[in-house]
């Protein structure tokens, strides 16, 4: 089981550890070491040294990392939400609800997202609750698309037909036999949402248009490190490096998922 | 034949989206008087009603007329985008060629030798590639390839076309991985398809059964993956610009989103747009010629 | 000596051997059948020697005096290059979709060195195989043919390069009931005119026996008898040879005793079905057109034509499954309402059975809530205890044991599968089973016990079933009447004997030929 999903496991503990650093370290992610500014690595109490204003890079990567797995985690269950509604409601009902509804998510896909995405966070100001409403208003059309392929698919099959002939409500066909049938592989998609999202909200935050200062994420820190990598490359490496291990080990996992449901 | 409509639509809910923002480009570090304030107001046509702007921009679009740029203020928005987009299509249009070259060998390789070491060596690369999003990868590159071992250049369009290396790897990178599974995805799928094994009972050469035989089907999701890949690609210039310092179109987005130049913002989705539904006529006119199947939709 | 000749043949794949102890030989211009269940090893058997499936055959094999017994997989293309053609059993797949028809002739013909052939040549080559405007065909990509038409391009590019062998593997089982007489008549012609020798694969004994000069019964793997087909089949000397040709329904066979059927339960006046085109474009699609038939009580009636004839799609319209856009659909003589507005009373009537037994049955459910899902909405009187006991009875009338109750779908063979889902059409005492094709998907052994099930049911609990399907012989094994469909409308329709001893209609005609 570990051996299988070593990956998922990895990203667990560093969730988890994201999660209790706090409460170890002796330093907060905005405290500044007036003592200790660009402090190299393990000096003192600097497991991973500070930045150029003295914070400690440790507690900014443990909080960084909270926050960007909090906003993937919810701007995907957003999207799972908003996907298996609408793809649902498409597929079961069919016919010219089902085109139209399917056209505008075609529109959509067709839409410089990022650019729109951009847009609203210019518009509606920069919180970060429309940081993960935004993503996941995105981030719902590849489920949507996935779950609605799969409701027709199910619709044809004969047990549904058979269930119509038992006298089985629409309601119950719905919850009892569409969608136990389609839960393994938007439970996959969702896993491959996690990384989508997680790779948005830090491009945004990069640019300095999500997640804003004093809250910090992996975007920024990123951003920090690549302003201030001629100095101090551990700054741009760590968070990168730390990014791209989350994204690599949840692509597995999702990919794994999608190929034993598909 | 969605297209027009389309691209109407995304142009009037971005002018529209645009100006339900508090605040407007004159809202500078210290208040102007209101009589300068009206006066701008009145001399970019801000002071009409909503639908007569929306009117009159988009049959000055039609004239290839993008309006004045608010913040660059000795520009237009279409001279800005003379500049930058000739930059920004250099990089894009060599990041999709690189990938597509990277990514359809690799797939290609990899599915040829399905289920051996290579094949899980590639894949593991393919999939570690998708998840190095460009705003790593190219501060990343720029350390190691620019800062410390000197071999490139880490800012700027210098001579020669050195200075396009590092800017259209980090951006072809995450393409090339998503292609290179898609291709494998697509052949290993295809290869296992009856055709293909009336092609084998054929006694072909196994090349020509996967290049005559195999290949085409297997490359259409690739096709399909051309739309999203393309509107990636656009995104990811935007960092790269901005981390390489290229005076490209996503820089003026960029700048322009932050400074609240509605021409400039508003020109750069349109164009972006128009690219994006381009490319996905594009990719429809592969996917016919890939699998006749589909030509008649 | 024979064309071919296999003597000893195993098979094995991933170490598991799968066929054993098989020897068999094909004569020039004769036909040997294998026939046999899915999974006896018949297609392994065929095709392992010539390098196509994934297994290793050890044994002597010879084909034209050249020793096939090599692990040399040139030497095998070669083989596969110059000596044999293949016909393979999905034609809407077994064609590449991206090359023309010519394309892929042109590339068969010159497989064995053959100079390139002139397009005069290649059109030629598709009149021989009875396609018509053959000029025009070669342009065409195979998506554009039908079924049948595709089927006869894949034979006249298996025979392009002048191939000793002709391998068929079940090569008109997907093709409509009326089409395989004629492709197997083609292979005939082309045998005896090419001295073609031919290795012809089916699960069909009716549609092999009288085109086949040997025939080869193979079960689990191993030869179970072979010999010159008149003989094996009018004397066969093994059990399970006798029990196939027992369970393959024949149109001479004697006729079966069935229930005597009572006053009228179901009759459609003038039903319509009409779908409007996909998409945004317009116009609709009579599925259905001004069908009207009737079944009496304890009645079988059987509903046949070939595939898109629109018997399936009336079938549902009944079952109040699928949509009815004209007529009405009387119960005694009292309309029942189109499918949405049908209340539980009148759902409890009429239960349908479906085709592909795996797919009735939700995979997420137990065989016991899949078989009581009827009693909770149709007898909300029952309580739990009741509608257990009912589930047992219920399974016990299909021959399948207690336990079966707390199975997954997944665990059942599609014998099993299919009682469970018989057992759920039965639970709630409905008069009326819609049967859409309830045997076709199976083996021929199992096919033939589901029908006898079914008979059982007809006669001990006087159950009046539509039968739908596109075999003649398998519905007079349990149906007192026969309607003929095509195009959406009823084109015949008497007793079953009396059609099929005097058939009217063209299609008619076709149906019962092919049986």
């Not at chain 1, 489920?143 to 006298?167: S, T």
């Not at chain 3, 199975?407 to 709630?428: D, E, N, T, Y």
Request: with cysteine.
């Amino acid at each position: 089981m570990l051996r299988r999903h070593f990956p998922l496991a990895l990203v667990l503990l560093i969730a988890a550890l994201a999660l209790w650093l706090p409460f170890l370290l002796p330093w907060s992610y905005d405290q500044i070491d007036w003592d200790a500014v660009r402090a190299p690595a393990f000096s003192g109490s600097h497991i991973f040294g500070t930045d150029d204003i003295g914070r400690d890079r440790l507690a900014r990567l443990a909080a960084g990392t909270r926050i960007t797995l909090m906003v993937a985690m919810a701007a995907a269950l957003v999207s799972l939400v908003v996907g298996i509604a609408w793809g649902a409601t498409a597929g079961w009902i069919g016919g010219k609800v089902d085109e139209v509804m399917m056209r505008i998510v075609d529109g959509l896909y067709a839409l410089p997202f990022m650019f729109i995405v951009i847009l609203l966070m210019v518009v509606f100001g920069r919180s970060i609750l429309l940081v993960f409403v935004g993503i996941g208003l995105v981030e719902w059309l590849t489920m949507a698309r996935v779950v609605r392929g799969q409701v027709i698919a199910l619709k044809q099959r004969p047990f549904i037909l058979a269930a119509e002939a038992a006298g089985t409500p629409s309601r119950t066909i719905v919850l009892r036999h569409i969608l136990p049938n389609i839960a393994g592989v938007a439970l996959a998609y969702l896993m491959l949402t996690v990384p989508q999202v997680v790779m948005v909200e830090s491009f945004l935050s990069f640019l300095g248009l999500g997640v804003q200062e004093p809250l910090t994420s992996l975007g920024i820190l990123v951003k920090e490190g690549a302003d201030d990598m001629d100095m101090a490359p551990l700054g741009l490496l760590l968070p990168g490096g730390l990014l791209v291990l989350i994204l690599v080990c949840l692509t597995i996992e999702g990919e794994r998922l999608r190929d034993r449901f598909s | 034949m969605t297209a027009i409509p389309t691209l109407l639509v995304i142009i009037l809910a971005s002018f529209f989206l645009m100006r339900l923002a508090p605040g407007g480009p004159f809202d500078g570090e210290r208040p102007l008087d209101p009589a300068t304030q009206a006066a701008l107001q009145q001399a970019y046509g801000l002071d009409r009603p909503l639908w007569e702007q929306a009117w009159l921009y988009i049959s000055r679009l039609v004239q290839g007329d993008f309006g004045p740029s608010l913040v660059y203020r000795d520009f237009t928005v279409s001279e800005l985008i003379a500049q930058g987009l000739p930059i920004s299509l250099t990089l894009g249009g060599l990041a999709i060629v690189l990938a597509l070259m990277i990514g359809v060998t690799a797939g290609l390789f990899a599915a040829v030798r399905a289920g051996q070491a290579a094949d899980k060596t590639i894949m593991m690369l393919a999939t570690v590639a998708t998840a190095l999003p460009t705003f790593v990868t190219g501060p990343a590159l720029a350390l190691f390839f620019g800062l410390w071992l000197g071999l490139l250049p880490v800012s700027g369009t210098g001579q020669g076309a050195a200075w396009l290396i590092m800017p259209v790897v980090a951006l072809a990178l995450p393409v090339s991985g998503a292609i290179a599974k898609l291709t494998r995805a697509g052949l290993a799928s295809v290869l296992k398809q009856d055709h293909i094994r009336t092609a084998r009972a054929r006694g072909l050469p196994e090349t020509k059964i996967l290049f005559k035989h195999g290949l085409r089907p297997a490359l259409v999701p690739v096709a399909s993956y051309l739309g999203p890949a393309a509107a990636g690609l656009l995104t990811g210039a935007v960092v790269v610009e901005t981390v390489f310092g290229l005076p490209g179109l996503g820089r003026y987005f960029v700048q322009g989103a932050l400074n609240r130049d509605y021409p400039l913002v508003l020109g750069v989705v349109t164009l972006y747009a128009a690219l994006i539904i381009l490319f996905n006529l594009f990719a429809d006119l592969i996917y016919g010629w890939l699998d006749p199947r589909m030509r008649e939709g | 000596m024979s064309l071919y000749d296999i003597r000893n043949l195993e098979v094995d794949i991933a170490g598991k051997r799968l066929v054993e102890d098989v020897s068999l030989t094909v004569e020039a211009g004769q036909c040997t059948a294998i026939i046999g269940a899915s999974g006896s090893g018949k297609s392994l058997t065929c095709l392992t020697p010539f390098g196509l499936t994934p297994g290793t055959a050890s044994g002597s094999i010879k084909l034209d005096g050249v020793d096939l017994r090599t692990t040399d997989a040139r030497h095998l293309r070669d083989i596969r290059r110059r000596l044999t053609g293949f016909v393979f059993q999905q034609p809407l797949t077994a064609l590449t979709p991206h090359l023309s028809v010519g394309a892929q002739l042109q590339e068969a013909t010159m497989q064995a060195g053959a100079a390139r052939p002139s397009r005069r040549e290649l059109a030629q080559k598709l009149e021989r195989v009875g396609l018509a405007r053959a000029d025009e065909r070669l342009d065409q990509f195979p998506h554009r043919l039908s079924g049948g038409e595709r089927q006869r391009v894949m034979i006249a590019a298996a025979i392009a390069h002048g191939p000793k062998l002709l391998i068929a593997d079940e090569p008109t089982s997907a093709l409509d009931a009326s089409l395989r007489a004629e492709i197997m008549d083609l292979l005939d012609e082309l045998r005896a005119e090419q001295g073609l020798g031919m290795l012809l694969v089916s699960h069909d004994l009716a549609s092999v026996e009288h085109h086949a000069d040997q025939l080869v019964v193979m079960e689990n793997g191993r030869l179970v008898e072979m010999g010159p087909t008149r003989e094996v089949v009018t004397h066969p000397a093994e059990d399970y040879t006798r029990r196939l040709i027992a369970a393959t329904p024949r149109l001479d066979e004697a006729a079966p005793k069935l229930s005597q059927p009572g006053d009228l339960l179901l009759e459609t006046v003038d039903v319509g079905v009409e779908f409007r085109r996909p998409g945004w474009r317009r116009g609709t699609i009579h599925a259905v057109a001004e069908v009207g038939l009737t079944i009496g009580q304890g009645e079988s009636l059987a509903l046949v034509g070939g595939s898109g004839s629109g018997k399936s799609t009336l079938g549902r319209a009944i079952a109040g499954i699928g949509p009815v856009t004209r007529g009405e659909i009387l119960w005694e003589g009292v309309s029942l309402p189109e499918r949405r507005r049908r209340d539980l009373d009148m759902r409890r009537l009429i239960q349908p059975v479906f085709q592909d037994p795996v797919a009735s049955l939700d995979p997420q459910w137990r065989v016991g809530e899949i078989v009581t899902e009827p009693l909770r909405n149709l007898r909300p009187d029952l309580a739990r205890a009741e509608r257990s006991e009912m589930a047992r009875q219920a399974l016990s009338a299909v021959d399948l044991a207690e336990d079966f109750l707390i199975r997954s779908p997944a665990s059942l063979s599609g014998g099993q599968a299919q009682r469970v889902a018989i057992a759920r059409a039965i639970i709630a005492s409905p008069r009326l089973l819609v049967l859409d094709e309830a045997t076709s998907a199976l083996d021929p052994l199992v096919g033939a016990e589901i029908l006898q099930l079914l008979r059982r049911l007809q006669v001990d609990n006087g159950l009046s079933m539509l039968v739908i399907t596109h075999d003649i012989a398998a519905a007079r094994r349990l149906c007192h009447r026969i309607a003929v469909m095509e195009e959406g409308r009823i084109v015949e329709s008497g007793t079953m004997q009396a059609v099929i001893d005097d058939p009217r209609h063209p299609a008619t005609q076709k149906l019962v030929a092919a049986s």
